[in-house]
């Protein structure tokens, strides 16, 4: 039987391959290179989420010690750093993955922080907005962006 080979819906083109892992390190490969793995450490937690910014270099991801941090994958250091998130010591008991996600132009990181929705502006990592609900009961834990954009 013949598999369908994967090919991308758009014009993005994939550049990495990322994993965390529980020992809080973070593994990634840029699929046009033939050496090995690149390995990301500073967290201290398990990592809970990652995501791949579809037009650059970076990477951000959110651990079990409470913080987001955004990483260049050129120069494998952390370029920005979230904190006082909630924590946990283990993925299997996480209540919130704090999940980073990029809109599907690269522009925009968005993150869930008790009841708002955090949206940061790549260019700058400055936060260009919040959204927020002050009815909820509970908090945010996960977002994402519809794959049409912004």
Not at 3 to 17: D, E, G, Y
Not at 63 to 74: K, P
Not at 94 to 117: E, M, Q, R, T, W
Not at 134 to 145: A, H, P, Q, R, W
Request: a neutral charge; aromatic letters at 8%.
């Amino acid at each position: 039987m013949q598999h369908p080979s994967i090919q991308p819906t758009n014009s993005i083109k994939i550049q990495f391959l990322a994993a965390g892992c529980e020992d809080s390190t973070i593994k990634v490969k840029k699929l046009s290179d033939k050496d090995d793995f690149i390995e990301l450490k500073a967290h201290t937690g398990p990592i809970l989420f990652l995501d791949l910014n579809p037009h650059g270099n970076h990477l951000a991801s959110s651990a079990g010690d409470g913080t987001i941090r955004i990483w260049n994958l050129d120069t494998k250091e952390v370029i920005k750093t979230i904190e006082n998130l909630p924590q946990s010591s283990d993925f299997s008991t996480a209540k919130v993955l704090n999940s980073p996600v990029f809109d599907k132009n690269g522009k925009y990181l968005a993150y869930p922080s008790g009841k708002s929705i955090n949206v940061l502006k790549t260019s700058d990592w400055e936060v260009k907005f919040k959204l927020e609900n002050g009815s909820l009961d509970s908090i945010y834990t996960v977002c994402s962006f519809s794959h049409c954009g912004l």
